[in-house]
């Protein structure tokens, strides 16, 4: 697989899931465009990124739930690129909370990041890759919460197969562009945020039939596929990434 010379917008890529996904990019010769919501978590990221692979990596912070900000980014890879090839819709956010004492602020905040930033990074990143005979790759990042009911996390899970609905309803509009739309599944993954739980890797160890969570490069691995020339005529389709663990669903 090649990128060189692809211009790239991926949010909510500070850490993490989205930060391999960008320093892999980067490393294939893509014109990468980095977003966090975090202005120094950003700029570590990028300059990390440029130092590690000697590619272009350029940080811009914001809230990728703010339609102004999406726009902002979009005409950033326009400007800067001329084209926009590929966008990796990856910022979320996850509140847990009983069913029964879940406030509306929280309902709203994660339908405003997880589905509203999507549908709007789609819809802006479309408008520039419509008008290109090359067209464009859309990804967008679920979670087998979409597809596997998890305590106290009904809006997120929502959220998260919602996402995979949006997918399958843009290939009506967007096909005849030349723009394919997917969604990748992470299961339980190694993070910075979930290493913080010292029991995380050995009870996911003992859930997942692989017999260990995933690394962010096996999810890496996926966009990479996904968002490549390869998978061209792959689109509406969700993939999930889990070592199995949908399969037969044990308890957390």
């Not at 930033?117 to 789609?122: E, I, M, Q, Y």
Request: hydrophobic content about 45%; overall charge negative; charged content about 15%.
């Amino acid at each position: 697989m090649t990128f060189i010379n692809k211009t790239t917008i991926i949010t909510g890529a500070g850490q993490g899931i989205g930060f391999e996904i960008a320093r892999r990019l980067a490393a294939e010769g893509a014109q990468v465009i980095l977003n966090d919501i975090d202005p120094t978590l950003t700029q570590h990221a990028a300059q990390a990124i440029r130092e590690e692979t000697g590619g272009t990596c350029i940080p811009l912070a914001g809230d990728s739930s703010d339609v102004v900000f999406i726009q902002t980014m979009v005409d950033t890879a326009v400007t800067e690129f001329g084209r926009l090839d590929i966008v990796i819709a990856n910022a979320g956010i996850t509140l847990f909370g009983d069913f029964f004492e879940y406030t509306p602020e929280a309902f709203f905040r994660v339908m405003q990041v997880n589905l509203g930033g999507t549908f709007f990074l789609a819809q802006a990143a479309s408008k520039v890759m419509k008008n290109q005979p090359s067209g464009g790759a859309l990804l967008f990042t679920s979670s087998v919460t979409g597809h596997q009911a998890h305590k106290n996390l009904a809006a997120y899970g929502m959220s998260k197969a919602a996402l995979e609905m949006l997918a399958k309803n843009l290939v009506i509009e967007l096909s005849p562009f030349k723009i394919n739309v997917n969604t990748l599944a992470p299961g339980a993954t190694l993070t910075e945020r979930t290493l913080n739980d010292p029991e995380y890797t050995a009870v996911w160890s003992k859930l997942t039939p692989m017999g260990r969570p995933a690394t962010v490069s096996d999810i890496a691995d996926t966009a990479l596929f996904l968002v490549s020339d390869h998978a061209k005529h792959i689109t509406g389709q969700s993939l999930i990434v889990d070592g199995g663990w949908t399969c037969i669903s044990p308890n957390p």
